[in-house]
């Protein structure tokens, strides 16, 4: 799979659905993974990592939380020029989904 592209959104989207491809996807992740406008969105509802840690209970899931779930916004500024990551909601914080926001900054 070729990952390049000049167009910052387009390179976006290659690199993202390569990650749910090959990293973060079945079987122990569970995402709906799709594009609206240059928004792409990832929605985890389960999580490998998350399961993992959140059998040890609170202080591992807050660990989990800081670390784990923090990344992925110095990570979207590290993919591409402009690369901006939103979420709201986070199963290490409880709720149903995660609710991730990929999208270059104009």
Same mark, same amino acid.
């Given at each position: 799979?070729?990952?390049?592209?000049?167009? +910052?959104?387009?390179?976006?989207?290659?690199?993202?659905?390569?990650?749910?491809?090959?990293? %973060?996807? +079945? +079987?122990?992740?569970?995402?709906?993974?799709?594009? #609206? !406008?240059? %928004?792409? !969105?990832?929605?985890?509802?389960?999580?490998? %990592? !998350?399961?993992?840690?959140?059998?040890?209970?609170? #202080?591992?899931? !807050?660990?989990?939380?800081?670390?784990?779930?923090?990344?992925?916004?110095?990570?979207?500024?590290?993919?591409? #020029?402009?690369?901006?990551?939103?979420?709201?909601?986070?199963?290490?914080?409880?709720?149903?989904?995660?609710?991730?926001?990929?999208?270059?900054?104009?």
């Amino acid at each position: 799979m070729k990952l390049f592209s000049k167009n +910052p959104t387009d390179y976006l989207e290659k690199v993202l659905r390569y990650v749910v491809k090959s990293r %973060v996807g +079945p +079987p122990g992740y569970t995402v709906n993974f799709f594009r #609206e !406008h240059d %928004v792409f !969105h990832m929605d985890y509802s389960s999580c490998l %990592v !998350h399961d993992f840690y959140r059998q040890f209970g609170t #202080e591992e899931m !807050h660990l989990f939380r800081r670390t784990g779930c923090t990344a992925d916004f110095a990570s979207a500024e590290l993919l591409v #020029e402009g690369g901006k990551y939103e979420r709201e909601h986070t199963l290490s914080d409880g709720d149903e989904v995660c609710d991730m926001r990929w999208f270059i900054k104009k």
